[in-house]
């Protein structure tokens, strides 16, 4: 989900995120993230146009703001988790969400198979015969976050600031929003029942498979 973000004019320091798109990388605590900005008083919309209510990547979400009224929005940011946290996550809600994940397929499967069988699934690219909504837990996070996957395209006109939710986002708020919130310093998780381990070859390959290297690090930016 994207939202285009206007700055809360009652805040004394001005930050670089006074407005900004954020694009809410499913399963990356883009809500709490929603929830918090509002209770800030900072404005979240979603205009009729450009559409941005869906689980767009950031190509998908550039060129719907390149080519609508709001193209002087150059900055966008966009949370993110290491990639063993985010895969079990995915694993984890799919597993014990029939209805609100809307993902039965994967829900009969994720109930049938290991966390591990799912990351061999994933990394070995049989993911391609899901349907499109099922489809989301196996994109490679470049195809969220980065324009990696089209090379061709080369995109100098925005900064990106990337930030790994699983630091939590109190720091984000204070460092960059200058706002002080009641937050641990870390995503809450459920207690793990399952087992999740994956072996030291697999984890490798998850890493490779979610790489987060990009085609020009001129635009993105970690945040601390």
Not at 138 to 163: A, C, G, W
């Amino acid at each position: 989900m994207s939202w285009i973000v206007s700055r809360n004019k009652h805040l004394n320091k001005e930050s670089i995120f006074d407005n900004f798109v954020l694009i809410s990388t499913p399963k990356c605590g883009g809500m709490s993230l929603e929830k918090y900005l509002e209770e800030n008083k900072f404005q979240l919309n979603r205009p009729e146009k450009p559409n941005l209510l869906g689980h767009y990547t950031f190509l998908d979400t550039y060129f719907k703001i390149k080519n609508s009224s709001f193209n002087s929005l150059n900055k966008y940011l966009i949370p993110y988790r290491n990639p063993y946290e985010w895969r079990k996550s995915w694993y984890k809600y799919i597993k014990t969400n029939p209805n609100g994940s809307g993902m039965p397929t994967l829900y009969n499967l994720f109930n049938n198979i290991s966390f591990s069988d799912y990351v061999e699934l994933l990394v070995s690219g049989e993911y391609k015969k899901f349907g499109t909504i099922e489809n989301l837990p196996f994109i490679p996070r470049n195809n969220y976050i980065t324009n990696m996957i089209s090379k061709n395209i080369e995109i100098n006109d925005v900064k990106i600031y990337l930030f790994d939710m699983s630091k939590g986002f109190k720091k984000l708020f204070q460092n960059h929003f200058y706002i002080d919130i009641d937050e641990i310093n870390k995503i809450n998780t459920t207690s793990d029942v399952d087992d999740y381990t994956l072996s030291d070859n697999l984890l490798k390959k998850l890493n490779l498979f979610d790489t987060l290297e990009t085609s020009n690090q001129n635009v993105y930016i970690n945040l601390n």
